[in-house]
């Protein structure tokens, strides 16, 4: 249901595009050996670079289309692949460019850029460069880092085709004794069934699925980490974590104090599952009864009445802000929403600077999916007000600022709905949203985070992995995150690692729990300050990559570098089991 033809109106335009993309990648070579000449010719360069860099984005984003809606589709899939190569040869091609750029010395770039206005919007970027000079090696060895990138993208390929089309679920028993499909567009609302016997099949299910094809998940998630390692040795850093925060000059520290933040509040998870064990009135919660839903009758909420909820709720941050929101998600198609077999799990906000900013999701009516489209239309409010502010060198943001707008935009529509309806069923399933969100993103993305630090490091180390130690791995650590009141089903729960595509990103998956904190202090700071706060987050919105991460989180008026954030926002989530308390009390 999404717009491709605003990208493309045809298929045939597509690949028209594609062969010109390819004659026109090698022409960006003419530079190479000139770049010191002058000023002019170094921004003729970049400017070149970026100009392909604009048709190859467009090209890329249009071959994901088809082939998110339906793995199965062998056409699709072979665009894909097509445009990765453009993309590949693209890097390899322009790969000479920084550590030329760096061999004109920083004293005579100033000079050039005093002189040259234009020159000058890449202050940044080269400020950026030359903090990473250490890290960039020579012309050729960057030519063969950027061909390698392209074969090294097959792990995150073969993750999504195995997901998406090659797994197969057995069916589910309904709560009426019937039984129905189990695939990756639906099993999360099969899940948060109140039915027990439906959730516990759907959760084998789900689980045996991905158990079926555990040595495969295995071999490729660690084929993922070696490239991982790979590349943070070819460019000098002491660890690939180090590698990965580094890139977005964010101290190892925060990843450090995440974790020890999250591993110091885990008795306020503890008493959520006591809570949670009375609610449902069972001796010992599982697995999956965690996604049992703790409103008796949640209300169905369908997409053009959840895009009222969500204009609601950002209303603080402006009447412009929430009729661009209305016009993509209503009028412009921003949103592939339908529940499909062969689409792609999960949900993602993708696109390009002079695409819209488009989300695939499988929305089914609840609140949980209201919150995802809340979530994702974070992202794309993110990329639409960074597209508009700033020229292509920073259209980008990094994965750590990411998180912080798509949870802000569940808080404000959460706060709202809890102000707008004091309905004892309707604050339930509010809370039972919230939890949801807090459960992925303050309890399983920090414990993946611990997982995948292990992986790496036994990577590091020369240590061999399997699918039996990565089981027990995460099974050993869900154990412990879990405590007394949830049983731990060590060979079903230890599969879980395998259904979080986050992981081919390193060190993605702790930047969830730094975004879910930093977005809450910052909803808290809008909802109270008002307009002069809203007015400090739209000017984060509208920085793009343009500042530091860390520093432009200071512009919306929080600092990511302390642990503080992490800390308040547990506090929130206790206030929310003081919440369902008093409920359930009740």
Not at 294 to 308: G, H, K, M, V
């Amino acid at each position: 249901t999404w717009n491709a033809e605003s990208v493309f109106p045809t298929t045939e335009a597509w690949q028209a595009a594609a062969e010109q993309a390819g004659k026109d990648i090698p022409t960006i070579a003419r530079f190479q050996g000139h770049l010191g000449e002058s000023a002019a010719t170094l921004l003729e360069a970049l400017r070149a670079q970026e100009a392909l860099m604009q048709q190859i984005g467009k090209i890329y984003v249009y071959a994901h289309f088809a082939a998110n809606v339906d793995a199965n589709d062998q056409a699709a899939a072979g665009m894909v692949g097509q445009g990765g190569a453009l993309f590949g040869g693209f890097l390899a091609t322009a790969a000479y460019i920084e550590p030329e750029i760096l061999t004109i010395g920083r004293e005579k770039l100033d000079e050039w850029m005093g002189q040259n206005a234009d020159l000058a919007l890449y202050r940044h970027t080269f400020d950026n460069l030359f903090r990473k000079q250490a890290h960039v090696r020579s012309a050729e060895v960057e030519a063969l880092l950027g061909m390698a990138t392209e074969a090294f993208a097959n792990y995150t390929n073969n993750e999504n085709v195995l997901t998406s089309a090659d797994m197969t679920f057995r069916r589910a028993t309904t709560a009426e004794g019937s039984d129905t499909d189990v695939f990756q567009g639906n099993w999360e609302t099969l899940l948060a069934s109140p039915n027990r016997e439906q959730r516990r099949t759907t959760w084998e299910s789900y689980q045996d699925g991905y158990l079926a094809l555990q040595n495969t998940f295995a071999s490729n998630l660690t084929g993922a980490v070696k490239r991982d390692v790979f590349f943070a040795r070819a460019r000098n850093y002491p660890s690939s974590l180090e590698a990965a925060l580094f890139e977005n000059n964010i101290p190892v520290e925060v990843f450090r104090n995440t974790i020890e933040t999250y591993q110091r509040n885990l008795p306020i998870w503890h008493r959520y599952w006591g809570v949670l064990k009375r609610v449902l009135g069972v001796d010992q919660i599982r697995s999956y009864d965690v996604h049992a839903p703790l409103a008796t009758n949640a209300p169905a909420i369908p997409y053009e009445q959840s895009i009222e909820w969500i204009s609601a709720g950002l209303a603080p941050l402006g009447d412009d802000y929430v009729a661009a929101l209305r016009q993509g998600t209503l009028k412009d198609r921003w949103v592939d929403r339908a529940v499909n077999q062969g689409k792609t799990a999960g949900a993602f906000s993708s696109g390009f600077p002079g695409t819209f900013p488009f989300i695939l999701m499988s929305y089914d009516d609840t609140i949980y999916n209201m919150g995802t489209l809340a979530h994702e239309l974070g992202h794309s409010m993110h990329s639409y007000s960074t597209w508009r502010n700033q020229p292509l060198a920073y259209s980008d943001y990094s994965l750590f600022v990411a998180e912080v707008a798509s949870n802000f935009h569940q808080a404000m529509v959460r706060a709202h709905l809890f102000e707008a309806n004091p309905e004892p069923n309707f604050q339930l399933a509010v809370i039972d949203e919230a939890m949801r969100n807090f459960h992925r993103y303050f309890f399983v993305m920090p414990t993946l985070a611990r997982f995948e630090l292990e992986m790496h490091e036994r990577a590091e180390r020369g240590q061999s992995t399997s699918a039996e130690v990565l089981n027990n791995l995460m099974a050993d650590l869900l154990t412990e995150a879990y405590g007394p009141d949830v049983a731990v089903d060590r060979e079903r729960d230890g599969i879980t690692w395998a259904q979080f595509g986050h992981l081919y990103a390193n060190f993605y998956v702790f930047q969830y729990t730094t975004g879910i904190a930093a977005a809450n202090m910052l909803a808290q700071k809008v909802r109270s300050e008002g307009p002069a706060a809203a007015q400090q987050y739209r000017q984060f919105l509208n920085a793009g990559s343009s500042l530091y991460p860390i520093e432009a989180l200071k512009l919306a008026g929080v600092d990511m570098a302390s642990p503080e954030p992490v800390e308040r926002t547990y506090q929130i989530l206790s206030g929310l089991v003081d919440r369902l308390e008093s409920f359930t009390g009740k």
